[in-house]
Each structure stands twice: as C-alpha cells, then as structure tokens.
C-alpha cells in the first residue's frame, strides 16, 4: 500500500544554521513527503522521543557545529534504545569526508554537505524507501510546485523602477557599442596611414640613388642658417655688454 515517506528533519544541539535544515525540510515536502521539522537546539533524547511519536520512517538530522561525531552516534545508540533502530538515520551539514566515511562505517546513512543537490537527498530517501518496502509502495513524485511567474517573462508591464533599469541597461549597452565602433574606425584609420608610409619608406631608396644631387640642396639652408646665426650673435653679445653698463651708470647716481 502506498503512503506518504514520513521524515523527522532535526537540529541537535547549539548549532544555530536552519538555512539548510530548512531548505531540505522543504524540498522533501514538495517531493510529497511528510515532513515535521523540530525547531533548533534539541538534544538527541529529545529527537528520538519525537521521531517515536510521529512514527517517522527516517530521521534526517542537520549538524553545521562540528559536533557530528558526537549528534550522529548518539541519535543512533537512543534509537536502538528505543526500538526504531531500524529506521534511516541520514542528514548533512559541514562533515569533513573522513568523519563522513567513520559514520558511514557506523552503521548511519549517507551525508550531504554543502551544495549538494536537493534532488540527490530526495532520490536517496526514496531509494532508501523502495529497498525497504517495494517499489510498488513508493508513492509517485507529485509535479513540481507552481512558481510565480518571473516580472521579465509574464507580458506585464514592468514597474517605473524596473523600466528605469532596462533604459539604463539599454543605453549602458549603446554607447558600449557605441564605443567599440570607435574604437574600431580609429585602428582602421590608423592601418591606413601607416601602409602608405611603409611604401613610402621602401620607395625613396631607389630614388636617391637615382638622385644623388638631393641631399646636397637639403645641406645648403642648415648651411644658411648656421651663416644667420652668427651674424646674429655679436649683436647678441653687444645687448649684453648694454645692460651689463646700465647697472654701474645707476651704482655712479
Ligand atoms: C550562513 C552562515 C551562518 C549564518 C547562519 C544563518 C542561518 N540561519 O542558518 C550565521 C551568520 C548566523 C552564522 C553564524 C555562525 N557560524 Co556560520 N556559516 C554560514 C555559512 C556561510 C553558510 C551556511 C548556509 O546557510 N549554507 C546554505 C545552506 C543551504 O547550505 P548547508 O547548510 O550547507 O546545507 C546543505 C548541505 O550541508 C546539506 N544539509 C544540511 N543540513 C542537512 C540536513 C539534512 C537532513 C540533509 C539530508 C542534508 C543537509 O544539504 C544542504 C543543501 O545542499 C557557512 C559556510 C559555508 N559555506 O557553508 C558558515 C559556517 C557553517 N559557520 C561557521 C561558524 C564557525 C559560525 C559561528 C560559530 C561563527 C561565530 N564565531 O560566531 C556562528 C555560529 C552560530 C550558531 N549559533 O550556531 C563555520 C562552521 C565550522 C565548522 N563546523 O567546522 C562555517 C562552516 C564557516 C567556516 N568556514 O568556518 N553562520
């Protein structure tokens, strides 16, 4: 006969992490199962005595202190204790991976740590499940819980924040692009004026050797301007030698 999987999600000891707990907590509830979570801060005896009440078939514990290796050996021992040792002892949290093996080896079932999948903890209770009872007493997955619609993808009109932020991502994007083209027109331009001074370049060799009368007029306008610059420099020195005198005319008044 099929029934709902009943799991007992519990939180021993001073760990105050429920992020987890209750993550998992709700995952199996929308896979169909039927979940009591105790609430933060049990003790192990407390655990147990709820799991025997609400006649679970697996106790699911989330330890995130470091104190594993003390939670996991005792939920078990009081379970024995109290004669549900046949029922799945199994749960997660911050667990190193040898500690995780010494538990396995124990006797408790498979760990989860951080980012594993919720679908992986589902599909392994459900397979604890279907081994102990059947695969015709597993009740069938219900279809995935309805989601509200994302803003984006529902057709409705954006709020003035959210359109705000689209024409800001638009005219991010615009002058993004914007920026590229120019960026793009620049190195073409760039390419363009440095081609024709290669050939350029490799070109004159030929003709100055063609040519040889050339360097000689370019010579002749330095020759020129040292000429200028010399005539130019006695006057230079005829200015200096003026001001130089003004000063002892004033030193005489
Ligand atoms: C968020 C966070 C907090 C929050 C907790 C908020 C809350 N309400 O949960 C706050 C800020 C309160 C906090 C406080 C502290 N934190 Co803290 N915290 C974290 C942090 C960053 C993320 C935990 C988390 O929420 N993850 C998201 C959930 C979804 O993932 P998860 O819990 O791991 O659960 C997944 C698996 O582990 C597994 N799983 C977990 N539980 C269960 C149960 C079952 C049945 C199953 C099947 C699977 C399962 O499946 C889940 C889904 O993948 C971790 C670092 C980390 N990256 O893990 C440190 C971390 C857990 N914190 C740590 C510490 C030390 C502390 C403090 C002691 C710091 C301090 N000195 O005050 C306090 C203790 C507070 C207390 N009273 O216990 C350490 C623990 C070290 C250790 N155990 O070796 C960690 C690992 C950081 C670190 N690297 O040192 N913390």
Redesign the pocket.
């Known amino acids: 006969m099929q029934r709902k999987i009943r799991v007992l999600?519990g939180k021993p000891g001073?760990?105050?992490?429920?992020?987890?707990?209750k993550?998992?907590a709700a995952a199996l509830r929308d896979a169909g199962m039927e979940v009591i979570y105790t609430g933060l801060h049990q003790t192990p005896g407390q655990i147990v005595e709820a799991a025997v009440q609400e006649d679970v078939d697996v106790v699911?514990?989330?330890?995130?202190?470091?104190a594993h290796m003390t939670l996991f050996p005792e939920v078990q021992r009081l379970m024995n204790d109290a004669g549900i040792g046949d029922k799945l002892l199994?749960?997660?949290?911050?667990i190193p991976g040898d500690d995780v093996q010494a538990l396995l080896d124990q006797g408790i079932g498979r760990?989860?740590?951080?980012?594993?999948?919720?679908v992986d903890?589902v599909a392994y209770i459900r397979g604890w499940y279907s081994d102990k009872f059947g695969a015709d007493a597993l009740p069938p997955l219900p279809p995935p819980p309805a989601r509200p619609e994302p803003v984006v993808g529902s057709g409705d009109l954006p709020s003035p924040s959210f359109a705000r932020a689209i024409a800001a991502d638009d005219a991010h994007h615009a002058r993004a692009a914007r920026a590229a083209k120019k960026a793009k027109a620049k190195s073409a331009k760039k390419a363009v004026k440095k081609a024709p001074a290669k050939k350029a370049a490799a070109k004159p060799a030929k003709k100055k050797a063609a040519k040889p009368a050339k360097p000689a007029k370019k010579a002749a306008p330095k020759k020129a301007a040292k000429k200028a610059a010399k005539k130019a420099a006695p006057k230079k020195a005829a200015k200096k030698t003026a001001r130089k005198s003004a000063p002892k005319k004033k030193a005489r008044r």
């Open positions: 999600v001073l760990d105050g992490h429920d992020r987890g707990a993550v998992v699911a514990l989330s330890v995130l202190s470091g199994t749960g997660g949290g911050i760990l989860f740590g951080p980012g594993s999948s919720t903890i």
